[in-house]
């Protein structure tokens, strides 16, 4: 794709090439055909260049002198001489919203009167009849709102004043990305260098197989001899390190940086994908600080997880931390031993025959999705059982074995594997 840079011719070789560089800077350059240079250029002159940037470098296609500051009207400009012509002046005046102008009303209609129905403007929420009539009878005789008439509210945002603040969960913003260790990459690299490297900063490897098919297609097409896959796939081989460390260090900076705006998902995935860098002592810093900080997350996680069963379980809430345990922080997080152990006696003594039919059922069902629910002991059923209650509980046993000694069933055998639950955090939300 081409594009429009400035460059700054260098030196003359001979009458047949001059060499350039891109204005103010050291990289790209190149060289440039004699006659594409304008007449009178010399060594030090800036000029305007269309370029195209390819796999092979960076072509100058045309140059074009610079544009002057004080040129407003431009050099290839079409100025048309002739007699101005100047129309009637017209002055548009916007009414404010909610309030008509009187000349706006049909002719015969000084005294009040509305426009007929198929001529109504609609309102500003798109709306028609008798609704909007009662609701300009509320206003007054000049067109203001009345005293009775309720505000109409406000849409701010954060941070705006008059703003309320949001009740609901917080959902704070991802730090925005970064290109530092990207762009410090970038600028070591030759220039022949740098299409292969954007290509493997697009999509790796793939990206450069197909850049180079693209291009050997339309070569193809111009007549123009193709590129050799070969050498050019052996450089991005020995500069997909170089790459991929650079883009692996931006997202951990970020990360470390965000602290815990960053999502445990996210985290995860950066600490493990330090395994598939070579890292440098940099990078083996960031990785050692984002594993602790992983840790330190997930422990937290934990500890809370383990702190709402036990504050359940003293508090009598049964099926409260029955429920808790069915949804762990993370998917490799267990109970201890101890814990396991008090949850199933709770949720076997609660499972009594003194309870509703209703009560029994819904412990049951959320014994039955619990990590404890093979060492489950019901007490009994209700004593108000009916025939659906008793085919719910023949259903579980499967799950719950004590239910089909229970009843005096055999024990039925145990079921497939069971969808995961996927993990919640402390305020409920899902752990990412």
């Known amino acids: 794709?081409?594009?429009?840079?400035?460059?700054?011719?260098?030196?003359?070789?001979?009458?047949?090439?001059?060499?350039?560089?891109?204005?103010?800077?050291?990289?790209?350059?190149?060289?440039?055909?004699?006659?594409?240079?304008p007449v009178g250029a010399s060594v030090g002159t800036v000029l305007r260049a269309e370029v195209e940037v390819t796999l092979d470098g960076t072509t100058v296609t045309a140059l074009l002198p610079p544009k002057t500051k004080g040129d407003t009207r431009g050099a290839d400009r079409i100025e048309v001489l002739g007699t101005p012509q100047s129309g009637p002046d017209v002055n548009v005046v916007l009414a404010s919203k909610g309030k008509r102008r009187r000349d706006d009303r049909p002719e015969g209609s000084r005294d009040g009167a509305r426009?007929?129905?198929?001529?109504?403007?609609?309102?500003e929420g798109g709306e028609r009849g008798p609704g909007r009539d009662a609701r300009q009878q509320s206003r007054g005789a000049t067109g203001g709102p009345s005293e009775d008439a309720k505000p109409t509210r406000t849409r701010t945002g954060p941070g705006r004043p008059g703003g309320r603040e949001s009740g609901g969960r917080d959902n704070p913003r991802r730090p925005a990305p970064s290109t530092t260790y990207r762009n410090a990459a970038l600028a070591t690299l030759k220039p022949e260098q740098l299409p292969v490297a954007e290509q493997l900063l697009r999509g790796g490897i793939p990206a450069v197989r197909q850049a180079i098919e693209e291009q050997n297609t339309r070569a193809r097409a111009e007549g123009r001899p193709e590129v050799t896959p070969g050498p050019l796939l052996a450089l991005a081989e020995q500069l997909r390190p170089t790459i991929n460390l650079a883009t692996w260090k931006d997202r951990a900076s970020v990360a470390r940086t965000g602290g815990k705006d960053i999502p445990l998902r996210e985290l995860r995935s950066i600490v493990?994908?330090?395994?598939?860098?070579?890292?440098?002592?940099?990078?083996?810093?960031?990785?050692?600080?984002?594993?602790?900080?992983l840790d330190q997350r997930v422990t937290a996680l934990r500890e809370r997880w383990v702190e709402r069963i036990t504050t359940s379980l003293d508090e009598g809430r049964v099926v409260d931390a029955v429920r808790a345990s069915i949804r762990p922080p993370e998917?490799?997080?267990?109970?201890?031993?101890?814990?396991?152990?008090?949850?199933?006696?709770?949720?076997?003594?609660?499972?009594?025959?003194?309870?509703?039919?209703?009560?029994?059922?819904?412990?049951?069902?959320?014994?039955?999705?619990?990590?404890?629910?093979?060492t489950v002991k019901p007490r009994g059923l209700p004593a108000e059982a009916d025939e659906s209650l008793l085919a719910e509980a023949r259903k579980a046993s499967g799950y719950v074995p004590e239910l089909a000694r229970l009843m005096g069933i055999p024990i039925p055998p145990p079921p497939g594997p069971r969808r995961p639950v996927p993990a919640r955090t402390s305020q409920g939300r899902r752990a990412s």
Request: aromatic share 2%; charged share 25%.
């Open 272 to 293: 493990a994908s330090a395994s598939t860098v070579m890292l440098d002592a940099e990078g083996t810093e960031l990785s050692a600080a984002l594993r602790t900080s």
């Open 331 to 374: 998917p490799s997080a267990r109970l201890s031993a101890e814990l396991a152990v008090r949850l199933a006696e709770a949720a076997g003594q609660a499972m009594s025959a003194e309870i509703s039919p209703d009560e029994w059922l819904a412990l049951l069902k959320v014994v039955v999705e619990s990590p404890v629910r093979r």
């Open 1 to 37: 794709m081409s594009h429009r840079i400035e460059v700054e011719l260098t030196s003359q070789t001979g009458d047949s090439t001059w060499t350039w560089r891109a204005a103010g800077a050291k990289q790209p350059r190149g060289t440039v055909g004699a006659d594409l240079v």
């Open 115 to 123: 426009r007929p129905a198929e001529r109504r403007p609609r309102s």
